[in-house]
């Protein structure tokens, strides 16, 4: 490790794909509702352009998190409801939607010894958690995750981008060479991160969201990657 990680004092985690699984539950719905649309004679590569542009067009909007997925699914399926000539399975598409809604409410999968990783890097480190969404589901999960016990703070917001890091640093007086992201996503978690002059360790998620993906810009001293959480006691 190049000497100059040794100045970190505080680490920041993001919280889904890098703590526990979360995409899984949207990957599965989505592959769901595909299946269950085609079976209207629809195109399935027209359905997933038509769920890709209202899905980019509800995060701007609206933002995320499940209330939001969900009323993705519900729009699409009014819509190609309408124009099938073949009835789409009903009961199928209630399954569907209530599936995946009961995942925000179940205690979350952690990765392997997330909760053990924290505990050992506390004694150490300040921690905290940075993730985005919708704050009462967000704040769901940290909670019975148990994650709340093993930081000193957690910040729940609407999008992580440049600005949120900057006010972040600036709000608690921390400084950026002093700071470092642990994330599974490029655009959300390593890349802002860098460009504010942060430490940042990413930990590819095999799922990770397509709106949350996008290439490393800066592979320097200050970039590094793991291949599980548990990894990171080799490091700090």
Request: net charge negative; proline share 4%.
């Amino acid at each position: 490790m190049d000497h100059s990680w040794k100045q970190i004092k505080q680490i920041i985690f993001d919280a889904d794909d890098t703590l526990w699984e979360n995409n899984i539950y949207y990957v599965q719905a989505t592959t769901d509702f595909l299946n269950l649309i085609e079976t209207g004679g629809f195109n399935r590569s027209d359905i997933q352009k038509a769920f890709d542009d209202l899905e980019l067009e509800v995060v701007k909007e609206r933002g995320y998190g499940s209330h939001n997925f969900v009323y993705i699914l519900e729009e699409l399926f009014t819509r190609y409801k309408k124009e099938s000539t073949v009835p789409l399975d009903e009961e199928q598409f209630r399954f569907i939607t209530k599936r995946f809604k009961d995942h925000p409410t179940s205690i979350p999968q952690l990765f392997p010894g997330v909760i053990e990783t924290l505990r050992y890097l506390k004694t150490k480190y300040r921690l905290y958690v940075l993730t985005k969404g919708e704050y009462k589901e967000q704040q769901g999960k940290i909670l019975r995750a148990g994650v709340h016990e093993c930081v000193q703070e957690y910040f729940i917001l609407p999008e992580k981008n440049d600005a949120a890091y900057r006010k972040l640093i600036e709000e608690h007086n921390w400084q950026a060479h002093e700071t470092c992201m642990v994330g599974n996503s490029p655009k959300s978690d390593i890349n802002p991160a860098l460009r504010q002059g942060m430490f940042a360790i990413h930990i590819p998620y095999r799922d990770t969201w397509k709106l949350d993906d996008e290439p490393i810009e800066v592979r320097d001293g200050r970039f590094m990657e793991l291949e599980s959480f548990e990894a990171l006691r080799t490091v700090f």
